[in-house]
């Protein structure tokens, strides 16, 4: 079988990192796009060649960067777009920033990088995930459907928004043979995790722990995979039953 190819968004770290070096584990070639160089940490195989630096938070690069990613795809083919980018600005001392605390570019700032870019880049690659009946999956979260002790009311906004868009995205590019569905992390153990996270998990989710990276990752890989051929518009819970 040819070489299947997957473009990550986000893959320096916690969730994204992981998610990277399965698929490249499993064969994938691992194409992946950040706002920084890529980092040596990365453990895949041609990465500085396979990188597009790119800030999804200023949206005039967008054209640029789709220019870019496409002239690392010859063969007109992408199986994969994982849009796992995202951002929760914190206030002093890592507070949580509700709507009276967030400004107008907290705002567009957070909405940028977490609904708009997510949008603007399946509307840009939509022609090579056709072509490869490729599949799209979005990062959202548990923040998009309760009020969170740590998300702000941005992020908490942007991640409902993006439940809403993946539906829309399953409608429309399902004709086209692309799939499109969400996974919704809960309390995941990664560098970004807000003070106090750890005991919130012991007490509110009933598995009793934080979440891995690897296991987003491996749920990720399952709605990318032929394993998952008639999912399609489906948001996929990994928070240990915390949503219950």
């Known amino acids: 079988m040819a070489q299947r190819t997957l473009l990550l968004t986000g893959a320096s770290r916690g969730i994204g990192h992981a998610t990277g070096k399965l698929f490249a584990d499993e064969g994938w070639r691992v194409l992946t796009l950040s706002r920084q160089a890529f980092s040596p940490r990365c453990p895949w195989l041609g990465g500085p060649e396979n990188h597009v630096q790119l800030d999804l938070g200023n949206l005039d690069h967008i054209d640029a ?3 870019d990613i496409r002239s690392r795809l010859p063969d007109g083919k992408l199986d994969a777009l994982v849009n796992n ?3 929760s600005p914190k206030g002093p001392g890592g507070a949580r920033l509700g709507v009276l605390h967030s400004t107008y570019a907290n705002w567009l700032h957070v909405f940028s990088v977490n609904l ?3 949008a603007l880049l399946a509307k840009g690659l939509i022609d090579l995930l056709s072509e490869a009946k490729g599949s799209i ?4 979260s548990i ?3 309760r009020v ?3 998300a702000g009311a941005a992020y908490a906004g942007s991640k409902a928004a993006l439940l809403s868009l993946t539906r829309e995205m399953a409608a429309e590019f399902a004709p086209l043979g692309v799939r499109t569905n969400a996974i919704s992390p809960g309390e995941i153990d990664t560098a970004i995790l807000s003070p ?3 005991a919130f998990a012991d007490r509110e989710v009933p598995m009793r722990r934080l979440g891995k990276p690897s296991e987003v990752a491996s749920a990720i890989y399952f709605l990318c995979s032929d394993s998952a051929s008639y999912v399609n518009g489906a948001e996929l819970h990994i928070n240990g039953g915390q949503h219950v």
Do not use: C, E, K, Q
């Open 116 to 118: 708009f870019s997510t």
């Open 137 to 140: 999956v979005n990062v959202t």
């Open 148 to 150: 969170h002790p740590y």
């Open 196 to 198: 106090g996270t750890a």
């Open 143 to 145: 923040a998009g459907t």
């Open 65 to 67: 960067g789709l220019a």
């Open 85 to 87: 980018a995202g951002i």
